[in-house]
């Protein structure tokens, strides 16, 4: 049972949008923690996708955007393509629990 | 920008100890917190350790507080992940990540812990 909540999988054609959520609490998302967003592709390490809730490291396209409002977070893929097949991951940091949560991960198929 | 490399994964039997290391390059530790963060076959990310830029600040999850300790050897570039008292369930890939303001910046490829008789 992960700290952050995810859907297991998401799916969508390409070109279409698609949305990925993550739910916290007050001690984590919902307090002043930023969200953060890792890509994961099969059988690779986990790479940063999106930090500081909004804001994409050099070389990640712009169809990837991040948002947060509450204890909740999500993250946006625009113009799917075959390669955004991957497992999705949010983190944050919990205060309760003096330290970093992930979701549970989201597969999305495309 | 730092690369990391894990090394010193294996198989284990129950209530063993493995020593992991997670060696840098490209840019001194010093300036660098870590975690690290492990993936059991199949299953998602979850955050095992933390080290600040010195020794004196480290965390742990409580799935393995107390079992392991993280420690850094900053002359060496490299920070270790000592584990005692193996479990099945630490069975995992085993990452070291960069962290920075909160997040890990850069990831490791992972060593392989196989804890089994």
């Known amino acids: 049972q992960s700290v952050l909540t995810q859907p297991p999988s998401v799916s969508g054609a390409p070109g279409q949008r698609v949305t990925i959520s993550c739910t916290g609490s007050?001690?984590?998302?919902?307090?002043?923690?930023?969200v953060h967003w890792y890509r994961q592709l099969p059988g690779t390490a986990p790479k940063l996708l999106i930090y500081g809730n909004t804001n994409r490291p050099s070389g990640v396209p712009e169809r990837f955007s991040g948002s947060k409002s509450g204890t909740s977070a999500s993250l946006a893929i625009s113009g799917l393509q075959a390669e955004d097949e991957a497992d999705y991951y949010c983190q944050s940091y919990d205060s309760s629990l003096s330290g970093w949560v992930f979701g549970g991960g989201t597969k999305l198929t495309v | 920008e730092v690369q990391l490399v894990e090394s010193g994964g294996g198989l284990v039997q129950p209530g063993g100890s493995l020593r992991l290391s997670c060696a840098a390059s490209?840019?001194?530790?010093?300036?660098?917190?870590i975690s690290w963060v492990r993936q059991a076959p199949g299953k998602g990310l979850e955050w095992v350790s933390y080290s600040g830029t010195t020794s004196t600040t480290t965390y742990y999850a409580d799935s393995v507080k107390g079992r392991f300790t993280i420690s850094r050897d900053n002359a060496k570039n490299s920070v270790y992940l000592q584990m005692n008292s193996l479990r099945a369930e630490d069975t995992a890939i085993y990452y070291c990540?960069?962290?920075?303001?909160?997040?890990?910046?850069?990831w490791g490829r992972g060593t392989t812990v196989t804890v089994s008789s």
């Open positions: 490209g840019s001194t530790l010093t300036s660098h917190s």
């Open positions: 990540a960069s962290v920075y303001h909160y997040y890990m910046d850069v």
């Open positions: 007050s001690s984590n998302i919902g307090s002043f923690y930023d």
